[in-house]
């Protein structure tokens, strides 16, 4: 890719195209550097896509989470360190930006939302994170401090993605310097609160914010809070209550699986309009709420990776093995078996991203029966089960594995009962059992149907 500048042109770009070039190289033309992946919590090196490599065209496109080119790797490497951002390099807060700029819009850019915590406990070492005490509102939730809160609260941007991230957003004064401090990018800044430049990008568009509109900090705090109520007004209004007919009626119990005619309407594609999989077939259409026809169990991970399934104690706090690990959330794997392999495999959480991809493909490592490289970051699934769970949850919008696992024990709990409920026998006739002792007494007689003692 090259250029032709041409002074006289009337550009109306976004500005949105990033080119980069090596210096003091043999190649002098420019690259587009593309979108860094969105997958916040990889944390491994960059490398070159394979099919590029071989000269071949990358069969995702855009889509591609490999680096394209040399540069393309350097700049990523950069941004995630935070050394770089690109939204700095064309004066992204000009005319155009900060007449539009506003607290909806941050919240739009950057995700999360503004809230008030206390600084005492914000700035401590280590970080402790107090909100407004809830039985008392004049102090932190901090039990031990209780620090007055209306005297030492700070504006925290918080986003909440593989990990929570918190940004502490300082008032604006006069000193301070629209501009990113070298410092807190590359290694932290020691002057901490009193660096007259901004400590983050979010705190800088606040400042700029703040200087073009005057708005203060509570004023933001209840328009983020205002943001969050229309987003919850507008999912409720797009995901509303949906009808399932019982099991008994009319409408097969597991939907007509790979015809795609679910329950409550005709799909296509295999999927229903209500989304999700049921019991009729893993790739088939079946409502949403329909559980998924694999068995699932927590076990510890700690004795997992040692070859051993080992499930939690009846109090929750430990794992059934002799070494007794403890049962928290991070610690717990959750393992589904199929009725087809009977066999246990691990699901992984849900990969991170902004949005849902269309589908999940297979991880071509594993599909190539080779070790992945990429385990604890891998966006694409290592099993079958794993894509079935993972495309369960985006169609039920479940991002939590508990949730997921308290779901299907609610519905296969229901399928259970609505199953006994329609194969009990009608009751049989009662066996009358005679003690020996009234034998004698009752010789001659007829019981039933006309049988003699």
Known sequence: MDYKYQPEAAHRCKRDVLLCRLRNTDDPTWKRIRPRPARNNFLGAFVLCKEVQERQECQYGENCTFAYC?????????????????????????????????????????????????????????????????????????????????????????????????????????????????????????????????????????????????????????????????????????????????????????????????????????????????????VGGAGRGRPLNLKMKFVCGQCWREGQVNEPDKNLKYCTAKARHSWTKERRVLLVKSFEKKKWVVVRPLPFSRSYPQQYDMCVHVMKQKKCHYIGNCSFAHSPEERDVWTYMKNNNLRDMQQMYELWLQLTNQNRRTENSAVTPPPDDKQVTITADYTENLGGQHLSDGDDL
Not at 81 to 110: I, Y
Not at 194 to 222: N, P, R, Y
Request: with cysteine.
């Open 70 to 282: 040399q540069e393309e790797i350097d700049v990523w490497t950069q941004e995630r360190k935070g050394a770089l951002s690109r939204e700095l390099l064309f004066d992204p807060l000009g005319s155009t930006e900060r007449r539009a700029l506003s607290v909806t819009r941050l919240l739009q850019l950057h995700m999360g939302m503004f809230m008030f915590l206390c600084e005492e406990c914000f700035d401590s070492k280590p970080r402790i994170i107090s909100k407004r005490s809830k039985e008392n509102l004049a102090v932190c939730s901090n039990l031990t401090a209780r620090h007055p809160f209306d005297d030492n609260k700070c504006l925290v941007h918080v986003v909440r993605s593989a990990n929570v991230r918190y940004s502490k957003v300082r008032p604006l004064h006069p000193l301070c310097q629209f501009d990113i401090c070298r410092h807190e990018v590359r290694y932290g800044c020691q002057r901490e609160d009193s660096c007259s430049f901004a400590h983050s990008v979010i705190e800088l568009k606040c400042w700029v914010l703040q200087q073009d509109t005057g708005i203060t900090h509570e004023e933001m705090v209840q328009e983020s809070k205002r943001h969050w109520q229309r987003l919850e007004q507008n999912s409720q209004k797009q995901h509303k209550p949906i009808h399932i007919p019982h099991p008994s009626s009319s409408i097969p119990t597991g939907g007509m699986g790979g015809l795609g005619s679910g329950v409550g309407g005709e799909g296509v594609g295999g999927v229903s309009p209500i989304g999700g999989f049921g019991v009729g077939g893993l």
